[in-house]
């Protein structure tokens, strides 16, 4: 209803090794409703706005794109120094490929560019850029996710359900790979369900 940034995961079933990667191409999926292109609308195009907003104080007009992105890295750049001593650093990386997604979708819908761009980011955050995202990067794209979604003032919640379809390996793989999120995440809530018979 507008209070979260969230992302319903049903019966999420990959090999252990492979959780996370799994994890993160299903969550860029439902916040792209599934498209390939054109994305003005979809729930990631909304979050990044509501972020990008949130980022610069709430100003929704700039005389130009670089002036909007000074202001968003000021931002990062503040982020950054406030987060606490031993905490995982910003990947601007991360954050700079959501910028150009979103400035691709508006230049898209006033028939300014082709949306190539916008296409090639949703690739990049799936992890099917042309380098093979670890752990690492797949953590980070999640993490900025729920920077921007707290830069809106909403919470980004991950909510499993059937989790009680989980082997003991995959569900150990789950979890260590949600603590390790979570830890660099401030703004997110994940939620496990299962039935478990008594």
């Given amino acids: 209803d507008g209070r979260a940034h969230f992302v319903y995961l049903h019966n999420l079933q990959a090999a ?41 104080d709430g100003a929704t007009k700039w005389p130009s794109w670089e002036a909007l992105h000074r202001a968003y ?13 031993g905490s995982a650093l910003l990947d601007r990386e991360v954050f ?26 949703v690739r990049w955050l799936s992890g099917d850029g042309p380098t093979t995202a670890d752990a690492q990067q797949i953590k980070q ?13 909403r919470p980004f919640v991950l909510a499993f359900d059937q989790v009680d379809n989980l082997d003991d390996e ?3 793989a789950l979890g260590r790979f949600l ?19 008594l």
Avoid: C, K, M, W
């Avoid at 799994?22 to 599934?34: C, D, F, H, M, Q």
């Avoid at 890295?73 to 001593?85: H, K, T």
């Fill in 16 to 56: 252990p090794d492979r959780l996370p990667r799994a994890l993160l191409r299903i969550v860029v999926n439902l916040l792209t409703s599934g498209r390939a292109g054109r994305f003005r609308g979809t729930p990631l195009a909304e979050l990044v706005r509501l972020g990008l907003v949130g980022t610069v």
């Fill in 73 to 85: 890295n000021q931002r990062l750049d503040r982020l950054g120094a406030a987060d606490l001593p």
């Fill in 96 to 121: 700079e490929v959501l910028f150009r997604f979103y400035q691709s979708v508006h230049e898209t819908a006033r028939g300014r560019e082709d949306g190539e761009t916008a296409a090639l980011a």
């Fill in 141 to 153: 794209v999640l993490v900025a996710l729920s920077r921007l979604s707290a830069a809106a003032g």
């Fill in 170 to 172: 995959q569900f150990a």
């Fill in 179 to 197: 603590e390790a999120l979570i830890d660099a995440a401030p703004n997110l809530l994940a939620v496990t369900a299962g039935i478990q018979s």
